[in-house]
């Protein structure tokens, strides 16, 4: 009785019980069939194709061989390695500037180191003026740090510890040693910053002219 009522379900064209603007239906054989090999092999719609891991080797080799392309392990062995020179043979083949060691001249009594101060920085200014290095304004606003340093030397405004140091800035612009005298003056700005701002401007503004070739 289901298997009627099922055929039933299925209207064939030309079925008077539908309507006459009603589609027609069809029924076709390959519904059956596809059903037939589902219910007898329920798994044979998901099996996967076995891959030839050997034909495909075989196709990237030959498809090198034809482009001419290397694989990377083979580029990167091709690649030559330098041996780069350790540091210290490098910096011992360039040659360079030998540093100057300015030493404090050996006066004990303070006084006396003051006024030797004194001397070098005044010579050391009137030899840049003779040279054309430093224009009148210049000179005259150097000339007024120079009697602030003796003041700040004379009222121990300048420490025990900066002396030594204030001396051999003197004595780098005695020699015309400016890169030394650069260094100093950076060493002193750094350690006594508050005890030779003010007169550090002047002696700072010869060391650049002096610099100036």
Known sequence: MEDRGNQNNHVLPGNHARGWNDPPQFMYDAQKQAGSITASNPLATNKRVGHDLSSTNAQNTSTVTHTGVAPPSAVLASVPILNMPAK?????????????????????????LCQYCIRCFTSSLQSLQDRDKLEMKLANDITKRIKIFQQSWTSGKISAKAKPNCARLCRALELEEYAAAHDIHLQLMTDHVSEVSQWMVGIKKMIQAGNSS
Do not use: L, Q, Y
């Not at 490098?90 to 006084?111: L, N």
């Open 88 to 112: 210290s043979e490098t910096a011992a083949s360039t040659p360079g500037k030998a540093e100057v060691e300015i030493v404090a001249p050996e006066i004990a009594d303070d006084g006396e």
